[in-house]
């Protein structure tokens, strides 16, 4: 492959300084090493240092926080979208913006290529990749772990030695992780055995349910158009409102989730998870909408998630039919303004009140007290009606 320029999503690690080192000698050109700043905790200075030193022509860091809450997030928790009834898609929703930036990086820079570390077992490949081509179609896409043969951990650490390249010790930490403001993945390593529980001491966003405080922590969050606009009171923007709910989750061992998931590729796979503000957001806004939606309305978009939620873990952010659903999840929300109520308290996130000026719910109708609205007389003519056939069906059955 005849190559001029290549941007590269690097992430510092030893995979992606080995691949950089790599590209650049493999393709002969000049290597751009691209960090995407998602709200992962990093040492952006020593990460840029690292980058010129293994080779890089430069190191951009782009700040992603702000656009990945507001414009990934944000919509995916308006579909309410959840993989498998329990992963909210922490890393499937960080890819497409990773590849949306790289692209842009790649234009501005006059690349023909694009290159990521992501291994040929698992998702990201297909996301990354799915991405590139969605925005780029002209660009030439690189995948070292598909076409090399570094392919141990021992042939990459023996390559990074051999030209200068620190190697990061792994022994307290052997597993796999990712982080973003939306949540921090573990897998491989020692998660690879499904029926061994984590090590407390792997997690970092959230501390342990019984260790959280003995007494519940309340908040309310506000919604307009189905997004969090306010929490207690205050006006914040989405990366605020967020991180706090982050902070509040964690706070309250809000989150963990471990689960063996089936990949896009066709294996399973065991990961950990922590998303706290993810949950607690997702709990708040499904409670909204038990007062806010219509019930055929529910039963159509609560149809529909699972696709949606699919379309995004197989990597397909940037495709027509998730643009689709997306506005058929979008339509529903129109309603989703008002106010919840939640008790944080060991691990639980309980929704304790809902409220809205457009509710559904009317306490003249609802009530077990003396009404004047509901006559319960028309219920007779409602049963009778719904178990026609069930009535026909036992005579047929009676007569045979």
């Known amino acids: 492959m005849d190559v001029n320029k290549i941007v590269l999503a690097y992430s510092g690690g030893l995979d992606t300084s080995v691949i950089l080192k790599w590209l650049a000698q493999e393709y002969g050109c000049p ?3 691209y960090c995407a700043d998602i709200g992962q905790e990093e040492d952006w200075q020593a990460v840029r240092a690292k980058g010129m030193a293994t080779g890089a022509e ?13 414009d990934y997030i ?24 990773i590849a949306k930036e790289q692209v842009r990086i790649a234009a501005v820079e006059g690349a023909d290529a694009v290159s990521h570390g992501a291994t040929g077992k698992g998702n990201d490949q297909v996301r990354f990749e799915l991405g590139y081509i969605g ?19 021992k042939k990459l650490v023996e390559f990074a030695e051999q030209h200068g390249i620190p190697v990061p010790v792994t ?33 970092k966003m959230t501390v342990a349910p019984e260790a959280a405080p003995d007494q519940p922590t309340y908040l309310e969050i506000e919604f307009a158009g189905g997004d969090p606009v306010a929490l207690d009171g205050d006006r914040l923007s989405p990366l605020a409102l967020f991180s706090r709910l982050n902070k509040l989750g964690g706070a309250n061992g809000i989150g963990r ?71 058929t999840m979008d339509a529903t929300q129109q309603t989703v303004n008002g106010t919840v109520r939640l008790k944080l308290y060991k691990g639980n996130c309980i929704p304790v009140g809902r409220k ?28 009778r009606l719904n178990g026609l056939r069930l009535r026909i069906q036992a005579l047929q059955q009676k007569k045979r």
């Open 58 to 70: 430069k190191v951009i860091v782009a700040d992603l926080k702000d656009e990945f809450v507001s």
């Open 356 to 383: 809205s000026e457009q509710s559904l719910y009317q306490e003249s109708f609802a009530t077990f007290e003396e009404d004047s609205v509901y006559d319960q007389a028309d219920a007779t003519g409602f049963i």
């Open 135 to 153: 925005l780029a179609p002209k660009l030439k896409i690189i995948a070292p772990w598909r076409t090399w043969n570094l392919n141990s951990r």
């Open 257 to 327: 989730l471990d689960l063996v998931e089936n990949r896009f590729v066709g294996m399973k796979s065991r990961g950990v998870y922590e998303t706290p503000g993810g949950t607690i957001l997702r709990t708040a806004h499904r409670d909204l909408e038990t007062i806010t939606l219509d019930r055929e309305v529910m039963k159509i978009r609560d149809s529909l998630i699972p696709r949606y939620a699919e379309l995004v873990y197989n990597g397909f952010w940037f495709s027509p039919e998730r643009e689709l659903l997306q506005t």
């Open 31 to 33: 290597v751009i090493a």
């Open 171 to 203: 022994k307290e930490k052997p597993y796999s992780s990712d982080e973003n403001l939306l949540h921090i993945s573990y897998e491989g390593g020692i998660l690879e055995d499904p029926w061994a529980e984590p090590d407390p001491a792997m997690f």
């Open 74 to 97: 944000f919509p995916a928790f308006r579909a309410n979208a959840i993989y498998e009834g329990s992963y909210l898609l922490g890393t499937s929703l960080a890819r497409p913006i």
